[in-house]
């Protein structure tokens, strides 16, 4: 099954397709996206205390709906969404259209989209920044095995690490589309023998490993990012959106 749009590969069962973009200063740059906004996007963005925080949602919902449009051989203002009871978002099936399941982070001027067919996707991506209520946090939100680890470190190393787990545990719940704030001690990360992190258990079960992945993603100096989906992953595909496709 292929999807055409925003690459002439297009999108196949089993691949993973994830876009990055910058978000950028001016207004001729939000000016070309605000235009391709529903009515409660605009309502959205109006709420924002600062021009700054406004015009990067602007630009990265303009910027999701134009890359979604690609696959979905349409028009960007023409598509529509719906959420669940927690708040995830999600495409309105048209008619005989592909079932395009869809993930999208934004934090200071980095933007991430990740998409595939069928199959449940979650992406976070964060800022790295200075944190001194790490291990608090990590403590109200994280195991006790995680906090205990996160608290034996120190500085930059303790940072790192905290916003390393941090998306891990976000991509994961955005995957399965349930709340954040309640769900997150739920999911237990351990590092596997080469240092990485790896799922190990949600509520002691182990057997979630085999049917989920949960992976680092290359992000932009400054950023760490992870990507969150079910079994199997034929292929991950990184890509970057320059305002017309891939570059």
Known sequence: MTVPGADPTGLSVGEIHVWTA????????????????????????????????????????????????????????ALSFARNRHGKPALARRGTGPNLQFSVSHTGDCCMLALRLDHAIGIDIEKLRELPQAAAIAQSYFTA??????AALQGTAQRDA??????????AVKALGI???AHLGR?????DPAGQLRLAAWDGDTSVTQRWSVLRLDAEPGYVAALASEHPIQSLSLRNWNGAGAD
Not at 145 to 150: F, I, M
Not at 187 to 191: M, P, Q, T, W
């Open 187 to 191: 999911l237990e990360f351990e590092r």
């Open 22 to 77: 910058r978000l950028v200063e001016g207004d001729r740059a939000t000016t070309g996206q605000l235009g391709i906004l529903c009515r409660e996007e605009r309502a959205r963005a109006a709420q924002f205390a600062f021009e700054r925080d406004r015009n990067r949602f602007i630009q990265a919902h303009g910027i999701v709906r134009r890359i979604l449009a690609g696959y979905c051989d349409t028009d960007p203002a």
């Open 145 to 150: 095995a995680e906090s205990a680890v996160l």
């Open 162 to 171: 905290f916003f390393l787990l941090w998306t891990h545990k976000e991509a």
């Open 179 to 181: 709340d954040l704030a």
